[in-house]
C-alpha cells in the first residue's frame, strides 16, 4: 500500500471514530472514555491541534475543539455532558495524570 492510500484510509477511520462518538454516541461521557479508555474528545481535539501545529498552522485549543466537535465546547458540554460523581472524578484524575500529563 501506498503512503497516500495509507493516509486516505487512516482519515477515513478517523471520520468515522468522529462521527461515531459525536453524532451516535453523544450519551457516552468522555470521563468515562479517560477512565476506561485513557483518551476522550478532548484527546482527539488536542492531537488534531497537535497534528496542525507541527504543521505550521497555528490552532489552539479552543479551535481546535470548535473544529472537533462542531459546536463551541461549552455548548456541546452544555449539550450532552453529565455532571460526574466525586469517584468518577478520583479516577479520572489518576488517568489524565498517566495518559496526559505523563506524556509531555
Known amino acids: 500500500m501506498d ?3 495509507r493516509t486516505e484510509l487512516e482519515a477515513a477511520a478517523f471520520r468515522t471514530l468522529r462521527e ?5 454516541r453523544t450519551d457516552v461521557q468522555n470521563i468515562d472514555m479517560m ?11 488536542r492531537w488534531y491541534q497537535e497534528a496542525a501545529n507541527a504543521r505550521g498552522i497555528e490552532m489552539g485549543k479552543e479551535e481546535a475543539r470548535e473544529i472537533f466537535y462542531g459546536m463551541p465546547y461549552d455548548e456541546w458540554k452544555a449539550k ?25
Do not use: I, P, Y
Open 3 to 5: 503512503d497516500k492510500t
Open 80 to 104: 450532552h455532558q453529565t455532571e460526574a460523581s466525586a469517584d468518577k472524578q478520583s479516577q479520572f484524575e489518576t488517568a489524565f495524570r498517566e495518559n496526559v500529563e505523563g506524556k509531555d
Open 35 to 45: 477512565n476506561l479508555a485513557g483518551f476522550c474528545r478532548n484527546c482527539l481535539s
Open 20 to 24: 461515531h462518538l459525536m453524532e451516535k
